[in-house]
């Protein structure tokens, strides 16, 4: 049985994703598709629209038939992070043939050999990544330099080598290849060309395609309606329905008072001690904050950026000082021990015999509600939902307390 793996946000999902969903089937000829999915904060360290459960069932209406938690220890991380956590669940499940992921090269051709060598060469790697990013450059462009160096070679390589990699799929592709070989993992890798769309266009270039950045553009100028053609028609359904609850949309903004709480409170020594918090920002931070001409984190995030620190960086950092995250929790050491748990979100009546033959091969524990089970990881998942509940548009003790009550969406029909 073959059994394609993706790792998605669905921030929301719309015609883009769900061409990558059929083209995975299509190239990898699965029976079944497991995705793993970001909870509710995402890995540029932002809110998601609407919450993971109506998110989950945006992937479920689409066909998939298993949708697995990826923790906030693993989501809202550089790229290295993100794809070992995600590829980590994956090969847990002991039943993943297949991972499919979206790319600007379209092809695994330049991508496994870049993979093959840069997993050999994880300090180096690191030591030159550490090096670019300190110059202000963002992620892909500065893990582009880093890689070039790292591979070393003739000047036509590593220029080649930076080319491919400055694109962000195919820098976030590498890093699902280098999980898979850190992993050891049997899971065969496929590719699937980004169409119409580019990674963070801001406004739409296709009459059906548009990035999961115009399409929030597009509801938030627009409402619903300008975003539609551009969405599934279950996708339109459920953040209708989401929308009307009091359930979203939510955004950083929905998050300013809590986060600002958060930030006049702490000492310098106490945001230092938080992931993310490094190089002096815990400074900045608190030199920033009076000299706000507003309270608000689009002005705050607008004030503290530099060349060296990038808005993605600052995004995160906000995010973990939000969340209280512990630095030794989140430190490579930790997080390189892999995710502790299975967390299902939902499963369609194929995926209940999915999780049935996963009970026989899993090497984690599969959860289905968040009271099953004691770990770190799984109490910052709880904490992460509590807080963007709290930051919904209409606030209920209900939602606040969802994570002990929640059993997986079940898609019958």
């Given at each position: 049985?073959?059994?394609?793996?993706?790792?998605?946000?669905?921030?929301?999902?719309?015609?883009?994703?769900?061409?990558?969903?059929?083209?995975?089937?299509?190239?990898?000829?699965?029976?079944?598709?497991?995705?793993?999915?970001?909870?509710?904060?995402?890995?540029?360290?932002?809110?998601?629209?609407?919450?993971?459960?109506?998110?989950?069932?945006?992937a479920?209406?689409?066909?998939?038939?298993?949708?697995?938690?990826?923790?906030?220890?693993?989501?809202?991380?550089p790229?290295?992070?993100?794809a070992?956590?995600?590829?980590?669940?994956?090969?847990?499940?002991?039943?993943?043939?297949?991972?499919?992921?979206?790319s600007?090269?379209?092809?695994?051709?330049?991508?496994?050999?870049?993979?093959?060598?840069?997993?050999?060469?994880?300090?180096?790697?690191?030591?030159?990544l550490?090096?670019?990013?300190?110059?202000?450059?963002?992620?892909?462009?500065?893990?582009?330099?880093?890689?070039?160096?790292?591979?070393?070679?003739?000047?036509?390589?590593?220029?080649?080598?930076?080319a491919?990699?400055?694109?962000?799929?195919?820098?976030?592709?590498?890093?699902y290849?280098?999980?898979?070989?850190?992993?050891?993992?049997?899971?065969?890798?496929?590719?699937?060309?980004?169409?119409?769309?580019?990674?963070?266009?801001?406004?739409?270039?296709?009459?059906?395609?548009?990035?999961?950045?115009?399409?929030?553009?597009?509801?938030a100028?627009?409402?619903?309606?300008?975003?539609?053609?551009?969405?599934?028609?279950?996708t339109?359904?459920?953040?209708?329905?989401?929308?009307?609850?009091?359930?979203?949309p939510?955004?950083?903004?929905?998050?300013?008072?809590?986060?600002?709480?958060?930030?006049?409170?702490?000492?310098?020594?106490?945001?230092?001690?938080?992931?993310?918090?490094?190089e002096?920002?815990e400074?900045?931070?608190?030199?920033?904050?009076?000299?706000?001409?507003?309270?608000?984190?689009?002005?705050l995030?607008?004030?503290?950026?530099?060349?060296?620190?990038?808005?993605?960086?600052?995004?995160?950092?906000?995010?973990?000082?939000?969340?209280?995250?512990?630095?030794?929790l989140?430190?490579?050491?930790a997080?390189?021990?892999g995710?502790?748990y299975?967390?299902?979100?939902?499963?369609?009546?194929?995926?209940?015999?999915?999780?049935?033959?996963?009970?026989?091969?899993?090497?984690?524990?599969?959860?289905?509600?968040?009271?099953?089970?004691?770990?770190?990881?799984?109490?910052?998942d709880?904490?992460?939902?509590?807080?963007?509940?709290?930051?919904?548009?209409?606030?209920?003790?209900?939602?606040?307390?969802?994570?002990?009550r929640?059993?997986?969406?079940?898609?019958?029909?």
């Amino acid at each position: 049985m073959k059994i394609v793996g993706i790792i998605v946000e669905y921030n929301p999902l719309h015609n883009g994703h769900a061409y990558h969903f059929a083209e995975a089937k299509r190239l990898t000829q699965a029976d079944a598709v497991i995705a793993v999915m970001s909870g509710d904060f995402l890995q540029r360290g932002e809110p998601a629209l609407v919450d993971k459960w109506a998110r989950a069932e945006m992937a479920l209406r689409l066909g998939v038939d298993v949708v697995l938690e990826l923790p906030v220890a693993y989501a809202a991380q550089p790229a290295e992070w993100f794809a070992y956590g995600a590829v980590a669940l994956l090969d847990a499940t002991g039943i993943t043939t297949h991972l499919c992921f979206g790319s600007e090269a379209g092809a695994l051709t330049a991508l496994l050999p870049l993979a093959e060598r840069l997993a050999a060469e994880p300090q180096a790697l690191r030591a030159a990544l550490a090096e670019e990013l300190a110059t202000g450059a963002s992620y892909p462009a500065a893990y582009a330099a880093a890689a070039a160096r790292t591979l070393g070679g003739s000047a036509l390589d590593a220029a080649a080598a930076r080319a491919l990699l400055e694109q962000p799929n195919n820098s976030l592709g590498l890093h699902y290849l280098i999980a898979l070989r850190r992993l050891r993992s049997g899971i065969a890798p496929v590719t699937v060309r980004r169409r119409a769309a580019g990674y963070g266009d801001v406004a739409p270039t296709n009459a059906s395609i548009a990035s999961a950045t115009a399409v929030r553009r597009l509801i938030a100028g627009g409402g619903l309606t300008a975003a539609a053609p551009y969405l599934p028609p279950s996708t339109v359904d459920i953040l209708a329905r989401e929308f009307a609850a009091g359930r979203g949309p939510v955004t950083w903004e929905s998050l300013a008072a809590p986060l600002f709480h958060q930030l006049l409170l702490a000492s310098p020594e106490q945001l230092a001690a938080l992931h993310e918090v490094t190089e002096g920002l815990e400074y900045r931070i608190k030199k920033t904050l009076p000299r706000l001409a507003e309270p608000t984190v689009a002005e705050l995030l607008a004030q503290l950026k530099t060349k060296r620190y990038t808005h993605t960086k600052l995004q995160r950092t906000l995010l973990h000082i939000l969340l209280q995250h512990p630095r030794e929790l989140l430190a490579p050491e930790a997080l390189a021990q892999g995710p502790g748990y299975l967390r299902v979100l939902g499963f369609s009546a194929a995926g209940q015999q999915l999780l049935k033959r996963m009970k026989q091969t899993a090497r984690l524990p599969i959860l289905t509600r968040a009271a099953e089970m004691e770990h770190p990881q799984l109490n910052l998942d709880i904490r992460a939902a509590a807080v963007y509940a709290n930051a919904m548009p209409k606030r209920s003790a209900e939602e606040l307390l969802r994570e002990y009550r929640q059993a997986p969406i079940r898609l019958t029909d």
